[in-house]
């Protein structure tokens, strides 16, 4: 019986994101690491403060960042703000007890990828960290809105910028039709829906999303309502 050649090797599958969890209650790192690690997901290290947090950032280099909102020594809002600025593709959810929580709001203005409850399913949190690992934002923006909408400052909510007003100088840089996206993305609009209300193709939106992403620093959509409500293209309440 002739012995059949030997075929290519498979490949390997494609690794998991590499990631740190920060959080002061023991129990909760521990159970995070094990759903993480049965789902393919390497857990590089752990934090129970702040200031932990950081410097395993730095030593370790994660993709994604899970971290507690309240800690001691230093509040994850912080070490957030201090694992951000070391490079672009850092990656952080922030856990939490509470949906509509004020450190919530400043964390996704920092650039913070979404944020989760602590009652989050298995499947969910292998899910998220694999969604923002991809360098997608985890929040819907209706949800992002509703979190502008309670906690933005009123003296920065301005009434909406019409046609024969200034652009605020924060947007200078952006073509009319981009202030129409922009406009239309604090609105909570998806990529197919700004298509049609524009009569343009997805590729197209997602042309100008990703240059006005580019041209105001934005990390994700997030980041895109905040900045939408906040320089007065989108009031609150508004739904039109």
Do not use: C, W
């Not at 944020?115 to 694999?130: C, G, M, Q």
């Amino acid at each position: 019986m002739t012995t059949p050649e030997p075929g290519p090797p498979a490949p390997n599958p494609e690794p998991g994101p590499r990631v740190l969890i920060a959080d002061d209650q023991a129990l909760i790192r521990t159970g995070f690491r094990l759903i993480l690690t049965m789902r393919g997901i390497e857990v590089v290290g752990e934090a129970a403060d702040g200031l932990e947090a950081v410097a395993a950032a730095r030593k370790l280099s994660p993709d994604v960042v899970l971290m507690d909102i309240r800690m001691p020594n230093m509040d994850g809002l912080e070490a957030a703000r201090r694992i951000l600025a070391q490079g672009p593709h850092r990656r952080v959810l922030m856990l939490t007890t509470f949906d509509l929580d004020r450190y919530v709001y400043d964390a996704l203005a920092l650039g913070a990828s979404g944020f989760l409850l602590k009652d989050i399913t298995p499947e969910h949190l292998a899910a998220s960290v694999r969604l923002v690992n991809t360098g997608d934002a985890l929040l819907a923006p209706s949800i992002t809105r509703r979190l502008v909408e309670r906690f933005a400052a009123p003296d920065r909510v301005r009434g909406p910028i019409s046609a024969s007003s200034a652009v605020p100088a924060d947007l200078a840089d952006l073509t009319p039709r981009e202030i129409e996206v922009l406009t239309l993305l604090g609105r909570g609009l998806s990529n197919a829906e700004l298509a049609e209300a524009l009569t343009l193709s997805e590729a197209t939106v997602k042309t100008h999303v990703a240059r006005i992403f580019a041209k105001l620093g934005l990390r994700d959509r997030a980041q895109a309502v905040i900045i939408a409500y906040e320089t007065g293209l989108v009031r609150t309440g508004d739904r039109s």
